[in-house]
DNA sequence: GACCGTTGCCAACACATGTTGGCAAACACT
DNA sequence: AGTGTTTGCCAACATGTGTTGGCAACGGTC
């Protein structure tokens, strides 16, 4: 701390530190926690190793800053409930087709425990919350939610980190059209006996 | 090679090799691909380092060995086609429920290039080949089996990877009754406009 | 213009990694 | 018994890693 009194002033290497950030964002989503080194991700943004470590104080705080996601659920009271569905899965689908930010979270979350953590909290907390807006019994509801993240993960897993050649190339519409049932579903449908 | 002429005699270290790759399986399913050391590797099998290496050749050629993976899917002609969704989502439960080489080969393909080619492989070749068994059109089948790899993969990953907790708590046979229905239309709904 | 915090770089440390070569004991075979 | 092969271990190398401390240049403040 300086002389700011409240919240944060802006410093003059802010622009530093969001060359790093997008740095890291890009190799934790190219490489994963352990092959993407900080050195890498310090050449990338074009300055030295250690100003990472001043900024971030460790690889696992650099992490932890470029891994910030917001799922940015919609409000799922404005839907009309037939829908909900669909809307989900353009949403998900148009979130993380422009920002690379949840595939490196998706990545690390195989081999970093932190990472793994984090994703367990945005969807337990992000989605859950989301889900919890209509029905009552929270375990009902826990499971929704847990099987509108597989399915949802599972795409993003075979399109994005494996790459299986049909789920790359199909269109997002496409892609809404087959998967939007699944999750209304799993929103909405009657639970097995 | 020594004397033998024809396939493999049984060798004397034949026993150090499958320990070696059995603490190869634990510690790649355990701690990805990058993380998992050979020395860790060869601590748990109790014999020293090099001798993987010699066995083995380098890490790769150990997870390659050691991520060695049949699906075993069943004949699919053989299923009553109204329930191909619950006799696969049952079987795949089964099949890595008691046997953790996909689920190294799950956490290791989010890092490693060499895991991910043989995750295609697996789910293009012997999935897609499945499929292909009913219906003609091979871009349709291609879809269809991405599709069914889409949510066992999430299936997967949510619960054996990420651990989500509604996933991990909820039983077998409730996410068969749950997933059972998204992958029968996967494989035989009739595909959106 | 002197002072002090900030920004940046360089060099280095401590450590873990995959990998290699050499050597001793155990074994197989004549 | 003698010889060649196999199995195993030890020690070491080369390299890459996260991380640290010191030092020069810059910027604003009195």
Known sequence: MTSSTRST????????????LR???????ADGYERATIRAIAADAQIDPSMVMRYY???????AAAAEFDLRLPDLTSVPPARLGEVLVRHFLARWEGDETLVALLR???????????????????????????????TLTARRAGLVASQILGLAFTRYIVRLPPMVDTTPEELVSWVAPTLQRYLTGTPPS
């Open 9 to 20: 002033q802006p410093r003059r290497s802010d622009a530093t530190r969001a060359a790093i």
């Open 23 to 29: 740095a890291a964002r890009e190799r934790f989503a």
């Open 57 to 63: 104080g460790s690889k696992e705080g650099l992490f």
């Open 108 to 138: 690390a979350a195989s081999t970093n425990p932190g990472a793994a953590e984090r994703m367990r909290g945005i969807f337990a907390d992000q989605l859950t919350a989301a889900v919890a807006t209509f029905g009552t019994d929270p």
